[in-house]
């Protein structure tokens, strides 16, 4: 079997969202004759699901030593069923007066610290597995690309940045960052750009903007894999069911994406004579102060139901349990995909994706998972669900491929890793 050394910061037991990328790739690789050297993190503290760890295969070898805070970690494992414990404000707001907490003022992130450490503890993995035939990376944190680029420049192996979010011309991100941050963002991503023999982005939107900030280096360098979905992570569990008819928002909010939207779609349904008697959003995230109050003010307050935390391996028995999967994306944002629409998209539950993003309207279509609506189009919302209730509870969605397994997406990975490796 043929290995590469995969530097991945995240990576189970660790339940981020970034996590579960490399997860999904990992578990099935090694059948297609690549076995994966991971380099990965563990800190104090780290939310973690100790079931998630049964999820790697065997043969992929795993060693927890990107950062210095790994050595003083509790053993990988958690309680699997147990919420997260609540989260500490980022240091940035503890330490930091208002006006400085803009988290784009520091490039990289907190992981910028680690790098020294993670580029000692590859190398030392790589003198220990002399057979790696090239580099990947799961990133962000954007801070391994430039890692992964050293190790390009000291033993010459092939490299692969797989970019989970765009970098530099992230159009979410780069109007927050002051010019001299931009300036430094731009020069630190082509430095791994420029070394890499394969760039891969998240969606093709985001592919047509890397194209074009950096049409220099020609468009064979670049490609794109969307996240996907593996039924057999999220087929643990059960569930209960619902005494009403059920949205269901799973994941948390971010400060890119609020829940305000939906407080406006339940107050136009109330407005049309919906009660809490007949519907319920049911949350798995917070939805934040802002959003409560929204709902308080606009009197919507009853419809909000905020469901126990649920392990990631067991939101399939939530989804099956809903009545209609409601996906809300980021405004006016068209690079990302958010990664619980691949997750949505292996349940058989209709689904309402509230985004801005005509590739995932191309997705929708595609699979006939269900409906897309524009953030501002609040009767267009409105109008989706009375029309979904219409249909009645626990309607059945099913779903045509579109390419978007993790079997299918590893298949691609695999071609990549064999196209870089083969002029070796």
């Known amino acids: 079997m043929r290995q590469f050394l995969y530097l991945s910061p995240y990576f189970p037991p660790q339940t981020q969202v970034g996590a579960l990328r ?5 578990r099935h690789l090694p059948a297609l004759g690549w076995q994966p050297v991971v380099l990965c993190d563990l800190w104090p503290g780290a939310a973690q699901d ?4 049964d999820l790697v295969p065997a043969e992929v070898i795993v060693k927890r ?27 940035h ?30 190398r030392r993995l790589l003198r220990k597995h002399p057979a790696c035939e090239a580099i990947v990376v799961n990133a962000d944190p954007f801070a391994a690309a430039l890692v992964g680029a050293q190790l390009k420049r000291e033993t010459g192996l092939p490299l692969v940045l797989d970019f989970r979010d765009p970098w530099a011309p992230c159009r979410l991100r780069r109007p927050r960052r002051p010019r001299a941050i931009r300036w430094l963002e731009d020069r ?19 592919l047509d903007d890397y194209l074009a900030h950096y049409r220099d280096l020609g468009p064979g360098r670049f490609s ?18 619902f005494d009403r008819y059920t949205l269901l928002h799973l994941g948390r909010f971010t400060r ?30 917070e939805p934040g102060k802002a959003a409560r109050a929204e709902a308080e003010r606009l009197g919507v307050q009853d419809f909000l139901v905020r469901h126990p935390h649920v392990p990631y391996r067991e939101i399939g028995a939530v989804m099956q349990a809903a009545d209609l999967l409601v996906l809300l994306a980021e405004a006016a944002a068209t690079q990302r995909i958010a990664s619980k629409l691949y997750d949505y998209l292996g349940a058989t539950r209709p689904l309402l994706a509230i985004t801005d993003n005509p590739e995932v309207r191309e997705m929708l279509q595609a699979s006939g998972a269900g409906h897309m609506r524009l953030h501002d189009d609040i009767a267009g919302i409105a109008d989706t669900i009375q029309a979904e209730m219409a249909r009645g509870r626990q309607r059945e969605a099913p779903r ?23 002029t070796r």
């Not at 991503?189 to 985001?206: K, W, Y």
């Not at 045509?400 to 083969?422: D, F, N, W, Y």
């Open 22 to 26: 490399p997860l999904k790739f990992v």
């Open 50 to 53: 100790a079931s998630l760890l």
């Open 65 to 91: 030593d990107w950062s210095a805070r790994a050595a003083h970690a509790t053993k990988p494992g958690g309680n699997p069923s147990g919420p997260p414990k609540p989260a500490q404000p980022p240091w």
């Open 93 to 122: 707001e503890r330490l930091l007066p208002a006006w400085l907490q803009n988290p784009e003022l520091l490039p990289l992130g907190e992981h910028s610290v680690d790098m020294p450490h993670a580029l000692r503890a590859a």
């Open 188 to 206: 630190l991503e082509r430095f791994a750009v420029e070394r890499a023999d394969h760039v891969i982005l998240n969606t093709r939107n985001t």
């Open 224 to 241: 794109y894999l969307r996240n996907h979905y593996d039924p057999a992570l999220v087929a643990t569990g059960s569930h209960q069911g």
């Open 256 to 285: 890119f994406r609020q829940a305000g939207v939906l407080m406006q779609v339940l107050a136009e349904l109330a407005r049309r004579g919906v009660e809490p008697a007949d519907l319920q959003l049911v949350l798995t995230g």
């Open 400 to 422: 045509q491929p579109i390419g978007v397994t993790s079997p299918e997406a590893s298949v691609r990975l695999a071609e990549v890793l064999a196209s870089v490796t083969a």
